[in-house]
Every structure is written in structure tokens, then in C-alpha cells.
């Protein structure tokens, strides 16, 4: 279906000249720039739309279900694993991708997916992902999930608040305490490799030795995880065909 196109353009003279077309028929409208200016602010200022959750690339929505897509940026963060806690610990780019069902406080997270993105590659539904690298996390495709535990009821009440919110459900979930559950597939050779200056770093589980290697780094390197053969633009077709 054609969506109706408008373009504005303000000419040297003062004028603004705004064009419509809606299914093949055009308009021309040709008014003064005080005039647009006034009649723009007036209508914006009373002009509502939902907030958009922070970090928040694309919604999608069915009779029954929302999909939330996210893009959050390289940063450093605080982890607590078992007994210990690391800080400044490096996160690479993330893409988030949440499923929310029902309405109200009955609203459910049913899929949550996370993947690493490089550092260049500029957001798209094509664009390279690669695997988690957390623990407490089932990256099974149409089962990714999340371990919340002590979590569950933060969640909860995350949901039920406004939509704006839902970029604080990946927030919560890097807030837990991480243990051994659910570890994903990484590799800690690559992770050696990518900072020898460690080499002697002390042993401990899988997600402890990956804080130890990220504490106080600039890099994430890709290589530790495996590229997956999805696409952000497979999980919007997906969704829509109600398989997601």
C-alpha cells in the first residue's frame, strides 16, 4: 500500500512550499514562513505520541504481541558473579530484542534476544550479529530467554509500567548476579590471545575469566564468538508471520 509522502521546503524569498501526494493525487501549498512557523508550533504543542523506550531502533506490533528492537552502545559496566564483583568491566554494542505479550500487569517478556555488534558497522536489519556472551541466558533462537530469578519481580514491574520503560529491561538484566547457568558458547583462548598483558590472569568459571579479561579494556573482540546466521530483519518477518 502507498503511504501519502509530504515534503517542505522554505525558498530565499520566505515562503515555504509544501508539497503532498496521497495515492497519486498532489497538492501544492505555498504559505509564509511566519505562517508556517506559527501554525507548526501551535499543532505541535498539543500534538501526542508515545515515547519511545531509550535506545529503541524499531516496534513492532500485532493483534496480540510487541517486538522491541534495541541498539545499546559500547560502554562500561559493574558485574557481580557469585561472591565477586568486577568493575569496569567492557560491553561491547549490544542489540536487544524483546518479545512482550498480554496487557496491563498480566504483560509477559516470552523472548529475549541478545547479540554483540562490531563497533562500525552501522545499525540495519542486515547487520552482523554475533553471540552472547553472558551467562544466565538461553540463546536458542525462537527460545531465547532470560534466567531472572531474584530479577522476576523487578520485571514484572517493568512491564507493567509505560512502554517507555522496556529500554530498562536489558539494564536490569546486566544489574543481576550472573552464575554458572546458562553459559554461553565462548571462547576463552580467543580472549587470551586478545589481551596476552593477562596472560597470567587468575582461573576461575567461564564468565568469571571473561569480567577479568574486559576489567579495564577498550575492545570486545568479536572472535571469541561465533557469527549467527540470523538477521534482525529475519526476526521482524518472523514476528509478523506469528513464528517469532
Known sequence: MT?????????????VEITSDNKGVKSVKLV???????????????FETPIMPNFCRKIIKSSNAELYLFEYPATYRNFKYNG??????FCP????????????VSKQLVK?????????????????LYGWYCNNYSPSFHGASICWGSGKSTLDR???????????????????????????????????????????????????QILRYLEGEKIFPTNATSKTPHTLAQICADFNSGTF
Request: glycine share 4%; hydrophobic share 40%; aromatic share 12%.
Open 112 to 128: 529475549a534476544c541478545m547479540w554483540v555488534a562490531d563497533s562500525l558497522t552501522p545499525f540495519s536489519l542486515t547487520m552482523p
Open 84 to 89: 565477586d564483583e568486577i568493575n569496569n568491566v
Open 32 to 46: 509564509p514562513l511566519q505562517y508556517f512557523l506559527s501554525t507548526f508550533a501551535t499543532n505541535y504543542a498539543s
Open 3 to 15: 503511504k501519502p509522502t509530504m515534503n517542505i521546503v522554505i525558498n530565499d524569498n520566505g515562503s
Open 158 to 208: 517493568i512491564l507493567a509500567s509505560d512502554p517507555s520503560t522496556y529500554g530498562s529491561i536489558f539494564n536490569h538484566y546486566m544489574s543481576l548476579t550472573f552464575n554458572d547457568h546458562l553459559q554461553p558458547q565462548v571462547s576463552l583462548t580467543a580472549f587470551a590471545n586478545s589481551f596476552p598483558h593477562k596472560k597470567d590472569i587468575a582461573r576461575g568459571d567461564q564468565m568469571l
Open 93 to 104: 554494542r549490544t542489540i536487544f530484542v524483546a518479545k512482550v505479550i498480554g496487557e496491563g
